[in-house]
Structure formats: C-alpha cells, structure tokens
C-alpha cells in the first residue's frame, strides 16, 4: 500500500495547492484508489468522496445511472469510464473525477474482457481514457496494477 499512498501524495500535492477537488467511481479497484488518496493525511481539503461501483444496482444507487443510459455502450469500455467520472464529477460537484473499470480476474468478465483487463477515465479540466491490459489472472496482482496505472493517470492530468 505504501507505493499507491506515495502517488497519492503527488496527486493531494497538486490538488491541495490548486485548490481542486476530486470524487471517485471505482469497481475493479474495489476502493484501493479511494483508500490511498485518504491515506493522505489533510484529504479532506480535496477528497469529496465515491464509491465501488461494483454492480448494476451500485451504478444505479450510488451514481444515479439508469440502466437505460448505457444503450449502445458495454461495460469496461472506455466510454462506460467516462460516463462514470462525468457522472461522479457532476454528483459531487468535483474539479475532476475518476473512474474505473475492468475484469481483475481469475476469469475475464461477462461482457468478453479477458482478466488483466481495465478502463481508466478522467473527467475535468480535460477528459481522457485509457485501457490498460496486464496479461494476467491474479486478482490481487490485477487489483494493484490498476490502481497504480489509476493514480498514474489522474496525476498526468490533474498536473497539465
């Protein structure tokens, strides 16, 4: 943990400096991107709060996202990720959000992504997404590689 707290850091560095929020929609991660940036001693200064939006019904009660508002788009893609920042960014009226989304494995998930498979989204002053494909089926392994890639991310952005 001490590694995804480490790049926490550098993100609450920027965001407390700029006087900028961000509000968190993980699933995949399982709350390890909101665990680190909390870790972060003063988070209250930027962390607005999230959720695992592990299911359908965490999507629908958590983010406020009717199942009607995916037509035409799956699960794990990058557009879902997407959808999922604007949407947390708006709920929680955050400078930026993040989301994340993905099959930390054994197997791959029901919508065809192998495990090792991940979709990042930022929303904010700049919108962005990226896949990430480890190759492999290790949960934990997974689980850890996204967050990391999560944090990584957030940081290219939130430091532009």
């Known amino acids: 943990m001490k590694d995804l707290v480490d790049l926490a850091e550098k993100v609450a560095a920027v965001l407390a400096s700029r006087k900028q929020t961000i509000a968190i929609a993980e699933s995949s991660t399982g709350g390890l991107i909101s665990a680190a940036l909390v870790a972060v001693p003063g ?3 930027y962390f607005l709060g999230g959720g695992v939006v592990y299911t359908r019904q965490s999507r629908r009660l958590l983010l406020g996202v009717p199942d009607a508002a995916l037509e035409g788009m799956r699960p794990s893609t990058e557009p879902y990720a997407l959808l999922m920042a604007r949407t947390a960014q708006k709920q929680f009226s955050a400078t930026w959000a993040l989301a994340e989304t993905g099959a930390t494995g054994p197997t791959g998930n029901r919508y065809g992504d192998a495990a090792g498979h991940s979709c990042i989204a930022v929303a904010g002053q700049v919108e962005q ?12 392994e997974n689980m850890h590689a996204f967050t990391v890639a999560a944090l990584n991310f957030l940081l290219q952005a939130v430091s532009k």
Do not use: F, I, N, P
Not at 129 to 135: R, S
């Open 129 to 140: 997404a990226m896949t990430l494909e480890t190759g492999k089926s290790d949960r934990r």
């Open 43 to 45: 988070a209250s200064a």
